[in-house]
């Protein structure tokens, strides 16, 4: 079974710009969630959709936005690029909504640089 | 806020024994995640912990203190593929609060 794939794999953006970065949950999750990880740090929670809501979002500002689809695919978009939003955004899918109740699968990420 | 402390980085010997260790300054959580990130790779889960005690996985083991604030990964029989970050993180409602993690180098 395919795991959680996103894509593009890497990108890179100048400042200013629009990204669009996209996450296939694993088959039967219906849960989504991106996280932002900046080299030598851990992940860091933007959002996590659930059944193609928005239940939790993190301290980014509202140049993040993120939707959930149908097929609870999700798209994360990032806005006016800055140079510090360069990081790996990973995208993280689960069965059930609540991150206590059982592990989060993890995409390889989408590693973006901003120049 | 819900700070979560890691040593940065550990060395150790293949086939030696290695604990990581894991504080927090936090009541509200429901569980204690453990992850392994090899470099340019996706964390992948490791285990865990809702109540204190020991959770037991292979050459894995993590053990959890609430009153404390504390908890551990245990890897044991280590080897050369066991190099990586491993990170705590703090499970919520509907996310995971994650340390900075530690880089563990295995040495031959």
């Known amino acids: 079974d395919a795991g959680v794939t996103q894509s593009p794999t890497h990108l890179i953006k100048t400042r200013g710009q629009q990204v669009t970065l996209r996450c296939s949950p694993i088959?039967?999750?219906?849960?989504v969630s991106w996280y932002q990880q900046v080299l030598g740090q851990g992940p860091q929670f933007i959002f996590q959709?659930?059944?193609?809501?928005?239940?939790g979002r993190g301290n980014f500002p509202d140049r993040f936005s993120a939707r959930q689809f149908p097929n609870y695919s999700s798209e994360l978009n990032v806005n006016a690029l800055l140079l510090g939003d360069s990081a790996l955004y990973l995208c993280?899918?689960?069965?059930?909504?609540?991150?206590?109740?059982?592990?989060?699968?993890f995409g390889e990420g989408s590693r973006l640089t901003v120049l | 806020g819900q700070n979560i402390d890691q040593p940065t980085e550990m060395t150790a010997t293949e086939g030696a024994i290695v604990q990581i260790n894991c504080t927090y300054q936090t009541s509200g959580f429901n569980g204690l995640f453990w992850y392994q990130q090899h470099a340019g790779e996706a964390p992948t889960f490791l285990s865990y912990?809702?109540?204190?005690g020991l959770e037991e996985k292979g050459r894995f083991s993590s053990f959890l203190s609430r009153s404390k604030g504390y908890s551990y990964l245990l890897l044991k029989e280590l080897q050369m593929k066991d190099s990586a970050s491993y990170l705590c993180?703090?499970?919520?409602?509907?996310?995971?609060?994650f340390g900075s993690g530690t880089r563990l180098l295995v040495r031959p």
């Open positions: 912990n809702v109540l204190d």
């Open positions: 993180a703090l499970g919520s409602s509907y996310k995971l609060i």
């Open positions: 993280a899918s689960s069965w059930t909504s609540g991150a206590h109740t059982g592990e989060l699968f």
């Open positions: 959709y659930y059944e193609k809501e928005e239940r």
């Open positions: 088959s039967g999750h219906k849960s």
